[in-house]
Nanobody, 121 residues
Framework: QVQLVESGGGLAQPGGSLRLSCAAS????????MYWYRQAPGKPRELVAS???????NYRDSVKGRFTISRDNAKNMVYLQMNSLKPEDTAVYYC???????????????WGQGTQVTVSS
C-alpha cells in the first residue's frame, strides 16, 4: 500500500510565502517523476510543476520565477516553495508520484489527498 500525504497549506497574504511538503510512504521500490497540481473552484486540475528523479524541473508559465519544486529522494519527499503568492494561486494543491512498487511492477500514478492554499488579504 502506497500513500502520499501533503502538508503545509494554509492562508497567506498576497506577496507572502508557503512551503508545501508531500511524503510518500509504503511499499515503494523507486519513484520516478513527482508533480504538484492544483485545482481552483470551478476549474480543471492543472499541472504546476514537475521534477524528475534526476532533478530536472519544469513549471507552468504563471509560476515561473515564484515557485520552486525540489525533492529528497532519501526521504521520498517532494516540496513546493511558493513565493510572491497571488490571489490567483488559491487552490487545492495535490502531489502526484510515479511509483514502482517492485522492480518489475509499475510505475503507477499515486495522488495525495490535497492541501488548501488560500491567498487573501
Amino acid at each position: 500500500q502506497v500513500q502520499l500525504v501533503e502538508s503545509g497549506g494554509g492562508l497567506a497574504q498576497p506577496g507572502g510565502s508557503l512551503r508545501l511538503s508531500c511524503a510518500a510512504s509504503g511499499s515503494i521500490f523507486s519513484i520516478n517523476a513527482m508533480y504538484w497540481y492544483r485545482q481552483a473552484p470551478g476549474k480543471p486540475r492543472e499541472l504546476v510543476a514537475s521534477i524528475t528523479s534526476d532533478g530536472y524541473t519544469n513549471y507552468r508559465d504563471s509560476v515561473k520565477g515564484r515557485f520552486t519544486i525540489s525533492r529528497d529522494n532519501a526521504k521520498n519527499m517532494v516540496y513546493l516553495q511558493m513565493n510572491s503568492l497571488k490571489p490567483e494561486d488559491t487552490a487545492v494543491y495535490y502531489c502526484k508520484a510515479e511509483i514502482k512498487i517492485t522492480r518489475y511492477s509499475g510505475p503507477y500514478n499515486y495522488w495525495g489527498q490535497g492541501t488548501q492554499v488560500t491567498v487573501s488579504s
